[in-house]
């Protein structure tokens, strides 16, 4: 295993998906590197194709105006071959692909003529769709997004093209040979098992979190916010979305006795009105992120689209109790011994749940026994047999 030459593809050095390329990176024991293209600061084994020339940023402006990211940026993606070919891998793991940065014809023109192999992580659905990464309610990509009902989902295009790009990127997605596809939740996979995907080797693999920063812990964080004499209902959205259920936390902020207090934490781009009721903190570092964990009382999750929650599992890790809605891959994650599942959508036994929850605890020991199954050791482990 130790012989062979991984190369890592991803949107970014950071985030979730970069940080399980480099947890995979420092994990495998022979050469690896992740060729990225947003970083905030400079890592070893990693190299940044910046995206700063003209023709660029043309290639992102067109992207935006016509749908077809993943079919521009003939220049960088060109950038990001050189640097394949300085490396000369055995295996590329291929992770985000979208998001306004790469020309993916381009890219497994040169895998094919190469012969290398692929593991390919989907982290959304985005090459199940005619554009969007993020379906929602929709299942038209099941039968060739005839019509599209998320024209403003990301990635983001003022025109909308579904209809006839749905079969190029058919083609181009299931144009590869030797792949293995990785699905982070069985939900994702049986998308994957219904579309033209399928025609690939697949997996589940859960992700996974580090549980030396997701814990339990004592701390007088409750009385530093204010909130010595309320019962916290926490929740956390990175980024703040009408994805993730904002309008229904407003809507209980309004509703719920005084006695409760909702803490939102995470960044707020799109600038969401948020309730007045609702204290938010913007920004937490991940290693204080547990000390709100577990201050809290009660997890709520009204999650309207989501392949496999993180904030579910450091909340488990970390000993909070969930109420979520059932959606994507939710309920692998939240089982009747840390939490409660509702059907989405469904605000009225969301809302009526809370105060059972709270009055009614689970108990401590089973979150101990649960947290063990989202170690990135887990994860990690599986991904290291599949580059044997």
């Known amino acids: 295993m130790a012989n062979k030459r991984i190369a890592f593809i991803n949107s970014s050095s950071f985030g979730s998906t970069g940080q399980i390329c ?15 293209f947003y970083s905030k600061e400079e890592l ?50 291929l992770h985000n692909l979208h998001g306004y940065y790469l020309n993916v014809p381009l890219l497994f023109n040169y895998i094919k003529e190469k012969n290398i192999k692929v593991i390919w992580t989907l982290h959304d659905a985005w090459t199940l769709t005619g554009r969007c990464a993020i379906p929602g309610d929709c299942e038209n990509f099941l039968t060739g997004c005839q019509t599209c009902l998320n024209k403003g989902n990301y990635p983001f295009a003022i025109l909308h093209n579904e209809k006839e790009m749905f079969p190029v990127r058919k083609e181009l997605f299931t144009s590869l040979e030797d792949v293995t596809l990785v699905a982070p939740s069985e939900y994702l996979m049986g998308y994957v098992k219904q579309t033209h995907m399928n025609k690939y080797n697949g997996l589940v693999i859960n992700n996974g979190i580090d ?10 964080l409750k009385d530093e916010l204010g909130l010595k004499d ?12 009408t994805h993730k259920g904002i309008e229904y936390i407003n809507k209980l902020a309004d509703e719920l006795n005084e006695k409760y207090q909702i803490l939102l934490v995470g960044s707020n781009p799109d600038n969401f009105e948020l309730n007045s009721k609702i204290k938010h903190i913007p920004f937490v570092e991940q290693d204080k992120l547990h000390l709100y964990y577990s201050i809290a009382d009660l997890f709520i999750n009204p999650t309207l689209s989501d392949t496999y929650p993180t904030v579910d ?5 970390s000993g909070l109790q969930i109420l979520s809605f059932d959606t994507g891959g939710s309920k692998e994650i939240v089982t009747n011994d840390v939490g409660r599942i509702v059907p ?3 605000y009225d036994s969301f809302k009526n749940s809370i105060e059972d929850m709270v009055n009614h605890p689970l108990p401590k020991e089973n979150f101990l ?7 990135k050791e887990r994860m990690i482990d599986k991904y290291l047999k599949l580059y044997k």
Request: one cysteine or more.
């Open 22 to 36: 480099l947890s995979l990176m420092k994990a495998y024991q022979g050469e690896s590197r992740l060729l990225c």
């Open 44 to 93: 070893e084994n990693v190299t940044t194709i910046k995206i700063n020339r003209l023709s660029d940023l043309m290639s992102h402006a067109i992207s935006r105006i016509d749908g077809k990211d993943g079919f521009h940026y003939h220049e960088v993606t060109k950038r990001l071959i050189e640097e394949l070919d300085k490396y000369q891998p055995d295996i590329i793991h």
């Open 211 to 220: 549980l030396d920063k997701f814990f339990f812990e004592e701390s007088n």
């Open 230 to 241: 309320k019962k916290i209902l926490l929740s956390v959205m990175l980024p703040i979305s």
């Open 313 to 317: 599992m450091e909340a488990i890790a």
């Open 344 to 346: 989405r959508k469904d």
């Open 369 to 375: 026994k649960r947290r063990e199954d989202f170690s």
